[in-house]
């Protein structure tokens, strides 16, 4: 991809445990992408925890199993991407024991660079709203189904750690749109930033 800081990425190791300890910890970390013409990054400020088997809004709920979700089920740190309804993909990291399911869902960040090509790619939005929500970051970003399966070591999406600085202040609150476990205080934001999705109501 030729982000020249790969070295950096994160190691699997720091996927492979509670879903909702990688969540709160991907927070102010850096997805970069290398997809089409150029490098995109966005630093994390919002995320979603989904619990794999025993949560009823996972889509690996009961272990279910198809050839949408294959992916949720690989090593931790693996890309999970799905098309969400029928208009925008959403991008997410396999995260606890392998085949249980569990992944965090990226939902938005604070747009750093390659601001010309998210522009593009977006059309006429205010930057507010480039990746304010998991299609839109996707869209910003140039993340695709083409994504989905493979290891962030190996694909054309990076998280990367900070090179300092001590852990963000965090809200927690309900997950957004769902109509299943809808009360379960699963959504991590970075507290007081502006470019979270949605204002945050917390728990």
Do not use: K
Not at 9 to 24: E, G, H, I, N, Q
Not at 75 to 90: D, E, F, K, N, Q
Not at 132 to 146: H, K, M, N, V
Not at 173 to 195: N, V, Y
């Amino acid at each position: 991809m030729g982000t020249g800081r790969r070295a950096a990425s994160l190691p699997v190791s720091f996927f492979r445990r509670d879903p909702v300890t990688v969540a709160r910890e991907l927070l102010g970390m850096t997805l970069v992408t290398g997809v089409g013409r150029g490098r995109t990054a966005g630093r994390i400020v919002e995320v979603e925890a989904y619990l794999g088997a025993e949560d009823p809004a996972s889509h690996a709920f009961e272990f279910r199993r198809h050839a949408q979700n294959a992916a949720l089920y690989g090593p931790a740190g693996t890309w999970y991407v799905y098309l969400s309804y029928g208009m925008h993909w959403c991008a997410n990291l396999v995260a606890g024991p392998p085949g249980h399911g569990a992944a965090v869902l990226l939902r938005a960040l604070e747009p750093i660079e390659g601001l010309p090509a998210m522009r593009r790619r977006r059309g006429t939005f205010p930057d507010r709203l480039l990746c304010a929500g998991p299609g839109r970051l996707c869209q910003a970003l140039g993340i695709t189904r083409a994504l989905d399966g493979t290891r962030r070591e190996a694909g054309t999406a990076l998280v990367i750690p900070p090179a300092s600085g001590g852990s963000p202040e965090i809200a927690v609150s309900r997950r957004i749109g769902l109509t299943r476990a809808a009360d379960w205080p699963l959504r991590f934001t970075i507290r007081g930033s502006p470019w979270v999705s949605r204002r945050v109501v917390e728990r």
